[in-house]
């Protein structure tokens, strides 16, 4: 079957502007996170969705960004009032949902994001 | 804040030679994950070890776990160059949610 998809592969935008990345996980994956990965640096945790709900949004760096997940499915991340340090690889991983922490976690190739 | 950490931080290698990579970590887990990336892609599930196992096996890959050093170890042996990739683990850690934590991982180039 299709693994995660994203959507765009790339974001070019400016400081100060808006923008929204899209996840579509692996179909019937109910958990779905999303990761920042900077250059060099492993990937750090953003948020996490069991189902619509975000069950934990702890790694979120401040209120410019924002996720959902309306129906249980796809994705969005939105980050307003882009800065410049939020140019980085963003990515999206799903996992069944079905075994708590013990779950492999699928990952899709990312979006880069560049804020000029 | 990254809880693991990879050594060495690059490994270069022939084909045909085995690799070692150690990752430590400071808090108590409920599981290790290694993950590869090759440049320009998404990461690719490599292995999943439980904090009450000790060694596990897939095909060429060998890990280790030792939850008293709080440190496990990838081995790749009979290496190829289509190992080259970037290799970090991911610790979920003990009673607190379900998210990955990465090291900032091993850069492996293997020539031929």
């Known amino acids: 079957g299709a693994g995660v998809s994203q959507t765009p592969s790339n974001k070019v935008t400016e400081k100060g502007k808006y923008v929204e990345l899209r996840c579509d996980p692996i179909s019937g994956h109910t958990a779905l996170y999303w990761y920042r990965q900077s250059l060099g640096q492993g990937p750090e945790f953003l948020i996490y969705?069991?189902?619509?709900?975000?069950?934990?949004d702890s790694g979120l760096p401040n209120d410019r960004f924002f996720a959902v997940r309306p129906e249980g499915s796809v994705s969005t991340l939105k980050i307003q009032r882009t800065e410049r340090g939020d140019s980085a690889v963003y990515l999206c991983?799903?996992?069944?949902?079905?075994?708590?922490?013990?779950?492999?976690?699928?990952f899709g190739p990312g979006t880069r994001l560049l804020v000029l | 804040s990254q809880q693991g950490e990879e050594d060495p931080q690059a490994l270069s290698i022939q084909e045909g030679e085995n690799a070692t990579m150690n990752c430590s970590y400071k808090?108590?887990?409920?599981?290790l994950q290694w993950y590869r990336q090759n440049s320009g892609r998404g990461l690719v599930h490599l292995i999943l070890i439980r904090s009450n196992e000790r060694e596990k096996h897939s095909g060429r890959l060998r890990v280790t776990l030792d939850t008293s050093k709080k440190s496990s170890s990838l081995l790749i042996t009979a290496s190829r160059a289509a190992d080259t990739a970037s290799y970090f683990c991911?610790?979920?850690?003990?009673?607190?949610?379900?998210?990955?934590?990465f090291g900032k991982g091993t850069t492996l180039s293997v020539s031929s």
């Open positions: 808090t108590s887990i409920n599981n």
């Open positions: 991911a610790t979920v850690l003990y009673q607190a949610g379900t998210a990955l934590i």
């Open positions: 991983a799903s996992s069944p949902g079905t075994s708590g922490r013990v779950e492999t976690q699928y």
């Open positions: 969705f069991q189902g619509t709900g975000a069950a934990d």
